[in-house]
């Protein structure tokens, strides 16, 4: 395996991913150069500098993952990735402290005109008086996101004396007021509140240009503006406008619509009271070693056989939905997998239902490793990335269903596959701790390890029908690991199967010869990833 790393990160990551691959550093590269590169690498990690465009996306054959050391994934094609079914992830926590602490650096070095004090001085003048500044303290700053930036950066501000309030849709007024700030429901409420106003959302739809001239006019005059966050959130023009007619009194960026030639800003030679700094949110040496570690970490467990913490594209995968599930993720691709070779037809619906004590559960990972399961049977490179992607293209119907009643294990899993022509059901189960076993097909109960060749044999319930199965398997070199043979729920038809785990393939010439025994049922090779 190889891996590329560009855009000048720590060499602690090369290091980690050395033990499992060939690992290149190379300068930033342009779209072109990269595309042509990247051919030959099966993971790719970069920093902000790089752009992974669709183009470059879809020249990486080999490609399974591309990590982003820091937090902001705007430069990579998300939608190209997904659709190619390749990972991206990034370090949310790596630089939480760097980026609250600029954040609070520039709030007060515009607060006490820092940046013009210390050129002033540089240049031998003394200007005590034309550079009298404000405190913080008393003062209410507005926090855009409540995220763990800007988390951190609420418990700094309250920590000096200020008042905090906070607007995200996506957090709790319980979660705000918890740290001693107010929540507020709307920002038509927000904007007249704000001494300082600092952002920490990504951009989106719905935060690009977030502060337009609009919002700008409904903020309280001479407010205070911070974007150690994304380029693009503030309508730069508008805030140049603001600056200068003194609705806006100081502003501080350290990002940028047209990073990095900032030459094209509106705010560049702007003859008004704003500080720019290139970006440097996370530029720590403690930041840039922690997002390098984490990413590169996440890298080898994806190489490897793992799962990403901090998968952008799979968030269902994330450590923490993961972990109280992580027992059954095998299982649940095992079923799927099963269950689509039983089922003949064009898909329509699939449905799962969980119960014991995944029905406590977000069971969100299982959905997709049923998912990744069903498909991987009939087309090749489906992963967790692409196959809940491949469930939408096809307009197939997924529910999942929770039942709270009594089970006779810790947790069951039942997934049923209605096609235009058939309906199947399997069922596994934890049986004991690190004992996942298939205990249903159909209408037939067991309980047998799902393993990577098996035979399911349904048959007339008479006497010698293993013997006879036993036999052709045992002319074609073919050795049997486990058997086992289970009856019908419902006994009527007398009619049993016969579970067979082997230890090869088995040709379609022997399959024949096995249903071509009298009383065999449309007998099946079953093959899965084990």
């Known amino acids: 395996m190889k891996v590329l790393i560009t855009d000048k990160i720590n060499e602690a990551a090369g290091k980690i991913l050395e033990s499992i691959a060939a690992v290149d550093f190379l300068p930033t590269m342009s779209e072109d150069e ?66 609250a602490e600029h954040t609070i650096a520039l709030m007060l070095a515009i607060s006490r005109n820092i940046p013009e004090a210390a050129l002033s001085t540089k240049e031998g003048k003394w200007e005590r008086s034309k550079f009298t500044g404000v405190e913080v303290f008393g003062k209410t700053l507005g926090i855009i996101g409540f995220g763990k930036i800007g988390h951190h950066v609420a418990n700094v501000a309250l920590a000096l004396g200020m008042q905090v309030v906070v607007s995200d849709p996506y957090t709790t007024k319980e979660a705000v007021e918890k740290i001693g700030a107010k929540y507020v429901n709307s920002l038509d409420e927000f904007w007249p509140l704000c001494d300082y106003i600092t952002i920490h959302t990504p951009k989106t739809k719905e935060t690009t240009s977030l502060i337009n001239k609009n919002t700008l006019n409904r903020m309280k005059k001479g407010v205070r503006i911070i974007n150690c966050a994304r380029g693009g959130i503030i309508d730069e023009l508008a805030l140049k406008e603001a600056l200068l007619s003194g609705q806006v009194q100081a502003a501080a960026l350290d990002v940028y619509e047209t990073e990095p030639d900032i030459t094209a800003s509106p705010l560049y030679n702007c003859n008004c009271n704003v500080t720019m700094t290139p970006h440097l949110g996370a530029s720590t040496a403690e930041a840039q070693f922690n997002v390098a570690i984490d990413v590169a970490e996440q890298i080898r467990e994806v190489l490897t056989g793992g799962s ?30 099963l269950v689509q070779q039983l089922t003949k037809g064009n898909l329509k619906n699939i449905n799962i239902n969980v119960s014991g004590n995944l029905a406590e559960l977000n069971v969100a990972p299982l959905e997709v490793a049923v998912q990744k399961g069903i498909f991987s049977s009939s087309i090749e490179g489906v992963n967790f990335v692409n196959a809940p992607l491949i469930t939408k293209k096809r307009g197939i119907n997924i529910i999942t269903s929770k039942s709270q009643k009594d089970c006779t294990y810790l947790g069951s899993i039942s997934v049923t596959l209605v096609s235009d022509s058939d309906e199947n059901t399997v069922t596994g189960a934890l049986i004991a701790k690190n004992m996942p076993r298939i205990v249903r097909i159909n209408d037939y109960n067991m309980s047998i390890a799902a393993e990577k060749h098996m035979l399911m044999v349904p048959h007339d319930n008479k006497p010698a029908m293993v013997a006879k199965v036993a036999a052709v398997i045992g002319e074609n070199n073919i050795n049997i690991n486990r058997m086992q043979v289970s009856q019908k729920t419902n006994q009527k038809d007398n009619v049993s199967i016969m579970i067979i785990t082997i230890d090869k393939d088995v040709n379609n010439k022997t399959m024949e010869t096995i249903n071509q025994i009298d009383g065999i049922k449309n007998a099946q090779y079953i093959k899965l990833s084990v």
Do not use: H
């Open 34 to 99: 990269l595309a042509e590169k990247i051919k030959d690498y099966d993971a790719l990690m970069i920093r902000s500098q790089t752009k992974v465009t669709k183009k470059i996306v879809e020249a990486g054959k080999k490609l399974k993952i591309v990590g982003r050391a820091g937090v902001g994934v705007d430069n990579i094609d998300i939608e190209s990735a997904t659709q190619n079914g390749i990972i991206v992830v990034n370090s949310p926590d790596g630089n939480t402290n760097a980026a």
């Open 308 to 337: 990403a913490k901090a998968a952008i594209n799979i968030p269902s995968l994330k450590s923490d939905i993961l972990e109280p599930v992580k027992d059954y993720m095998l299982l649940a691709e095992n079923l799927g997998e």
